[in-house]
């Protein structure tokens, strides 16, 4: 068994397309910052990225190594958006002279993944961008305080992996080896709208003053986004091996965002604040000590870090 794990290379399972190219991002940034006063600055920064060349597993046929051929159905979302359905094309892939639910198994037997390049839906690019302005006060050191506060603006847009998670965001493939896309269903209304674990607003404040007479520090930190957003999910009907013969059929990935993308909702936002006191003490040629306490999240804010979706809100 460890041998297995530690000696066997087993990298040329995975099937990736002769063409592709890397997964990259551009980013640019300008900044100004000026001195308003004395000791005193404030920065502006604006933030653009853009990533192109998405990798995703897109589902071919295992025996051909192509695509599945496909037809377009109209289908109407509970929240009464009409979408046209991918319904892949039932042929007699078993050789038994029928076209039924066997033949349907025969799709989801040798349905297999290729590694490429995400391309364009519906004529909508496939990629990520980003908009970010931000505002920083510095104050040093001076008077006995000191502080450094934050704002944050933002705006995105793309395709991302809401339809298979929206508790984590890891890009597959290729790290987690994950099957997204593993339907081409997971596309529809998933080519745009914010980017997931973006917010629109995020603050920041962090300070320390020193407290005469007992010459004690006294740090506070403060935190705030305005939350993430969500998307509504609907589970479409899918054509099984035994029945179900009105739904399409489908390599996967059977979710559909329901709403419109580019109106998610969007989670509660966090307030964190945290106090901390610091106090040296002399010990004369031994050194010194420091005595620290620190009170964290003091308002026990909570904070919404996870969010299911199903069929209803």
Aim: aromatic share 12%; hydrophobic share 35%; proline share 5%.
């Amino acid at each position: 068994y460890n041998d297995y794990w530690t000696e066997a290379d087993v990298s040329w399972q995975l099937n990736v397309a002769d063409d592709v190219k890397d997964q990259h991002t551009d980013q640019l940034t300008v900044s100004l910052e000026r001195e308003l006063f004395k000791d005193f600055t404030v920065e502006a920064s604006y933030i653009y990225k853009n990533t192109g060349n998405l990798l995703v597993n897109w589902p071919i046929n295992r025996q051909t190594q192509e695509e599945f051929e496909y037809e377009r159905v109209p289908y109407v979302t509970q929240d009464g958006r009409t979408v046209e359905l991918y319904n892949l094309i039932l042929r007699d892939f078993n050789g038994d002279g029928t076209i039924d639910g066997q033949d349907v198994q025969w799709v989801d037997d040798n349905t297999d993944y290729q590694v490429i390049n995400m391309p364009d839906v519906d004529g909508k690019k496939a990629r990520r961008v980003y908009h970010g302005l931000q505002l920083v006060f510095r104050k040093r050191y001076s008077g006995r305080w000191q502080m450094l506060t934050s704002l944050l603006f933002s705006s995105s847009d793309g395709s991302a992996p809401r339809t298979n998670r929206q508790d984590i965001f890891i890009d597959g493939p290729m790290i987690l080896d994950d099957l997204w896309v593993s339907g081409k269903n997971q596309l529809i209304n998933n080519m745009e709208g914010p980017m997931p674990f973006t917010p629109k607003f995020e603050f920041k404040f962090s300070g320390s003053y020193r407290i005469p007479v007992i010459e004690t520090d006294l740090g506070v930190r403060f935190r705030y986004h305005s939350g993430r957003p969500i998307w509504q999910m609907e589970e479409i009907p899918r054509r099984t091996p035994w029945g179900n013969d009105d739904a399409i059929v489908s390599t996967g990935g059977n979710w559909l965002i329901s709403g419109d993308p580019k109106k998610p909702k969007y989670l509660p936002g966090p307030k964190t604040l945290d106090l901390s006191l610091s106090k040296d003490f002399q010990l004369g040629r031994y050194g010194n000590l420091t005595l620290v306490l620190d009170v964290l999240n003091v308002f026990n804010d909570s904070t919404v870090n996870a969010a299911g979706y199903s069929n209803q809100w």
